[in-house]
């Protein structure tokens, strides 16, 4: 059954683009039923629209005189996402904590892409802060969103080398690419059911139609 997605994003949108290339391939069995951003600017809401999906700015301003207003702004976009039959959420470049108030809309429905190989180098600028730690090896990591932020159980993983040469746009730019690929393959497993899952152990159920096959890579060096 093809899985109905619903993205949230903030700014370029380059990993949704390459989830919109994956499902007009066919290597992505679902389809993007709607975008939404906190940002009226992000170019992800533009890609939406080239491509006739519903894009969506909803702007977090008015929520801020709620009492939470960042459940309250989590409760909206819970709304716009099940308004639009959203069955599972893609948080592609989204740089808002998503709360508890949205997690629970959506259990074990949440999907990320962090620039680092998690658990290191979570939260805001991974790639500068591989840089300054001098790591030698960094890479991206797709998981599960649960209640802590980039604390939920990885699905994949691939990682780049760190060179000496580095910038922060270089190594952000070699990272990219691994993104690219590491989302829609994640996305994948989880719209054929494949995606198992024991406490934070995730593991990859052979797919139906090619028994035999050798399993699926999920550390990709
Ligand atoms: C990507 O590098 C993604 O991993 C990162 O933002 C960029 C968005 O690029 N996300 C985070 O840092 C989340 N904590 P994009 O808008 O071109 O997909």
Same mark, same amino acid.
Do not use: D, M, Y
């Given at each position: 059954m093809t899985l109905a997605l619903g993205v949230l994003a903030s700014g370029r949108g380059s990993n949704f683009q390459a989830i919109l290339d994956a499902i007009h391939k066919g290597t992505l069995d679902a389809v993007v039923?709607? $975008? %939404? =951003?906190?940002?009226s600017s992000a170019l992800a809401l533009e890609r939406g629209r080239t491509h006739r999906i519903p894009s969506i700015f909803l702007d977090p301003k008015p929520f801020a005189e709620s009492q939470d207003p960042r459940d309250a702004y989590d409760r909206a $976009? /819970?709304?716009v996402l099940h308004e639009h039959g959203v069955e599972a959420v893609v948080l592609a470049g989204y740089m808002r904590i998503v709360t508890p108030a949205l997690v629970r809309q959506f259990p074990w429905k949440i999907?990320? *892409?962090? &620039?680092? *190989? %998690?658990? =290191?180098?979570?939260g805001l #600028?991974?790639? @500068?802060?591989?840089?300054?730690?001098?790591?030698?090896?960094? /890479?991206? =990591?797709? #998981?599960?969103?649960?209640e802590g932020v980039d604390e939920g159980p990885v699905i994949i993983q691939m990682t780049v080398p760190v060179l000496e040469d580095d910038t922060e746009e270089s190594l952000s730019a070699r990272i990219l690419e691994?993104? #690219?690929?590491?989302? &829609?393959? +994640?996305?994948?497993?989880? +719209?054929?059911?494949?995606?198992? @899952?024991?406490g934070r152990r995730v593991t990859v159920l052979p797919s139906r139609d090619r028994e035999g096959e050798a399993p699926e890579r999920t550390n990709i060096l």
């Open positions: 039923k709607v $975008v %939404l =951003s906190n940002k $976009v /819970g709304q999907f990320n *892409i962090h &620039p680092s *190989i %998690l658990p =290191s180098f979570p #600028h991974a790639q @500068r802060q591989a840089l300054e730690w001098g790591a030698k090896v960094s /890479g991206c =990591s797709v #998981h599960f969103v649960t691994q993104e #690219h690929v590491a989302f &829609p393959k +994640a996305l994948q497993w989880f +719209a054929q059911g494949r995606l198992a @899952r024991e």
